[in-house]
């Protein structure tokens, strides 16, 4: 008589406590019915060795667990179905025949499962072939072009759009489901995202150099900037909304544009001073097509973000692009 067996005595041979446990046999105590009665995939699998070996030792061998750790799923099995499953003996182990009609129908439980595997995988190689990035302007201009090569050398076969709008068009196309990731620059994190900081920068003041700022020997005061009509990024631009926070809304538009090229284009034509990210005008600063305006209590400083729906972290591409973005 096995050992199950025994354990079985006074319910009538072969039967066993019908008690719910898991496969290390401890009691259920959580999950839907199916988990309490159901056995898992690993123990269905285990069982489907021992029938095609003939032995417990090599089917512990090819799960790649020990002998004893088998043993106890087995019979951690034989509990929680309440039926003895294996007959154990020196030549063997061998399938009662309650174990030969389980094994029947675990053959096509783990068949099923190996489809819903299949079909996974599937989404998630459909998935990883494409990567939709929305990004502000300027990160879109400065930083995305580098990630995005860094990107391509990792997953070549990943294809890459991007979306370029201010900080609140990426909201939107995230939250529309249009995007996986976005990338913004303003001084909030917009309702219904989550975030991460991935760089800092800050806003200048730009004039050309035949503009009288570009003499001035003493620093702007924040009443003087608030004064001055000056070349600005529209409404809803993270640029936009840092300088608006600085000044308490006062900043003049002298003329608004929707890209940070044109902003940049304009201050350098002479129309007027600009405010700019410090990654946009680096060559201009460099050959004194613009001058940088010094400026004294006004707080121009930004956080960078990644931004995605809340609750929905980024997953395979997006997922690699971030962390692209922090290193």
Do not use: C
Request: net charge positive.
């Amino acid at each position: 008589m096995s050992n199950v067996e025994e354990q079985g005595q006074g319910k009538g041979r072969g039967q066993v406590n019908p008690r719910p446990l898991t496969a290390t046999g401890a009691v259920t105590g959580s999950g839907g019915p199916l988990a309490h009665r159901v056995p898992d995939l690993g123990a269905l699998e285990l069982l489907l060795a021992v029938a095609r070996l003939g032995s417990l030792g090599g089917a512990a061998r090819e799960m790649g667990i020990t002998q004893p750790a088998a043993s106890s799923r087995i019979r951690s099995m034989e509990r929680q179905l309440g039926v003895a499953l294996v007959d154990r003996s020196p030549r063997g182990s061998r399938l009662t025949d309650a174990g030969a009609l389980v094994t029947d129908w675990a053959r096509r439980i783990v068949e099923a499962a190996e489809a819903f595997d299949v079909g996974a995988q599937a989404l998630r190689d459909r998935r990883d072939s494409r990567l939709r990035v929305a990004a502000s302007m300027t990160i879109a201009e400065y930083l995305l072009p580098g990630w995005l090569l860094a990107l391509r050398a990792q997953r070549p076969d990943t294809a890459v759009s991007l979306l370029a709008g201010n900080s609140t068009v990426v909201a939107e196309r995230l939250l529309s489901g249009e995007a996986d990731l976005g990338f913004v620059e303003g001084v909030s994190v917009p309702p219904g995202l989550d975030s991460a900081v991935i760089a800092h920068d800050r806003l200048i003041v730009v004039t050309a150099p035949g503009h009288p700022w570009a003499r001035r020997r003493r620093p702007l005061e924040a009443s003087e900037l608030a004064a001055t009509p000056l070349i600005l990024r529209e409404k809803g631009s993270g640029t936009r909304q840092v300088l608006d926070s600085a000044l308490g809304g006062l900043a003049r538009p002298l003329i608004e544009l929707s890209s940070t090229t044109a902003v940049k284009a304009a201050a350098v034509s002479g129309a007027g001073p600009a405010v700019l990210s410090e990654l946009a005008v680096g060559e201009e600063l460099a050959m004194r097509r613009l001058v940088r305006v010094p400026v004294e209590g006004v707080a121009l400083a930004r956080d960078l973000r990644a931004v995605w729906p809340t609750g929905h972290r980024p997953t395979g591409p997006a997922r690699e692009l971030l962390s692209l973005t922090r290193g």
